[in-house]
């Protein structure tokens, strides 16, 4: 039975501490149950904090640990959740607890975060060239910290070795079927999804995601040229008139933008228009063809083709999934 240990720390997201362990607990159980075979449990789950006391997470439920994280000798898999309270101030009260992460690590556990627990993991240097991701809302917040690690913000889930990431805070039944499967094989993930009645397969967080701030950034310019676009994105607009507004050179615009937000002046305002036809899709019965022209677009096939590369759906498949109706 693979042992499983989930740290506990102050301010994290219950479910994702308590979530994952019924899930995992259950693996070769539910399912056998239901089929009236022999129950074959996969999992010891046990839930670690730093010095054994219980953890009080942000909805106000305290969480009993088993363990102390020096009690824990040996694991095969370490699971870090989601941090719900105040990103900063929680690295700063968990320092603790990184070098117990590095050394796991080191001696051989796979490790998982979920949502902004890979935050933590960062912190720990544990993701330093490696592929990650983490919640869509905070990824200017990570990058701007954590520079060497290599987000894919679009991703779901990362794998990079035995580091797994998942982005967004339920994403944790994600990675626990991505871990079932690793561990036990698709049959038994497939079985634990239909014993939940929970989606398999999903990789990508792009269909949820609003146009972030990109705005922890200190130049000026750029900042009041983003406020502009923000506020006229239905406008025509080029690289022309875009420099103009920002009184650049199309030049140093773009070499700036580019350094200030991670993006080209092109690309930030496609993801506000693609953000709006977002919101009128799920609020309005307005045709494609109608947001199309409304957000500043002239040709509906290339507005689908680009709203289906941002999101990883069409408009009309997103109308279904999210639409108030």
């Not at 994280?69 to 694991?75: A, G, M, N, Q």
């Not at 719900?84 to 101030?89: D, E, T, V």
């Not at 615009?253 to 937000?261: D, E, M, V």
Request: charged residues 20%; aromatic residues 8%; positive net charge.
């Amino acid at each position: 039975m693979r042992k499983v240990t989930i740290v506990g720390f102050d301010y994290a997201f219950a479910s994702a501490i308590t979530g994952v362990m019924d899930l995992l607990s259950m693996v070769g159980v539910t399912w056998n149950r239901i089929q009236n075979t022999p129950v074959e449990k996969q999992f010891e789950v046990l839930i670690a904090t730093e010095d054994g006391r219980p953890v009080r997470c942000t909805n106000g439920i305290e969480i009993k640990a088993h363990v102390a994280i020096s009690d824990i000798e040996r694991t095969d898999l370490l699971l870090v959740p989601t941090i719900a309270g105040n990103i900063s101030h929680t690295l700063a009260v968990n320092q603790n607890l990184l070098p117990w992460l590095r050394q796991q690590y080191e001696h051989g556990a796979d490790i998982a975060s979920n949502c902004t627990g890979a935050f933590l993991l960062a912190e720990s240097g544990l993701l330093d060239n490696k592929k990650a991701t983490t919640h869509w809302g905070y990824v200017d917040l990570f990058k701007q910290r954590y520079p060497l690690v290599n987000l894919q913000p679009e991703q779901l889930i990362t794998a990079d070795g035995s580091v797994f990431c998942s982005g967004g805070g339920m994403a944790w039944f994600d990675m626990a079927l991505f871990l079932i499967e690793r561990y036990c094989g698709h049959d038994v993930a497939m079985e634990s999804a239909k014993s939940f009645v929970i989606d398999i397969g999903r990789d990508s967080q792009q269909a949820y995601t609003s146009v972030p701030g990109k705005k922890y950034h200190k130049d000026n310019a750029v900042l009041r040229l983003q406020d502009w676009m923000d506020a006229n994105y239905q406008q025509q607009m080029s690289i022309e008139r875009l420099a103009a507004q920002a009184t650049m050179t199309e030049r140093t615009l773009k070499r700036r933008f580019k350094i200030a937000t991670g993006e080209t002046p092109i690309r930030y305002l496609q993801s506000l228009r693609i953000d709006a036809a977002k919101k009128l899709l799920e609020r309005s019965q307005q045709s494609v063809e109608s947001i199309t022209h409304h957000i500043g677009y002239n040709d509906v096939s290339s507005f689908i083709r680009l709203f289906k590369t941002h999101t990883g759906l069409s408009p009309s498949a997103y109308r279904g999934r999210f639409s108030r109706r």
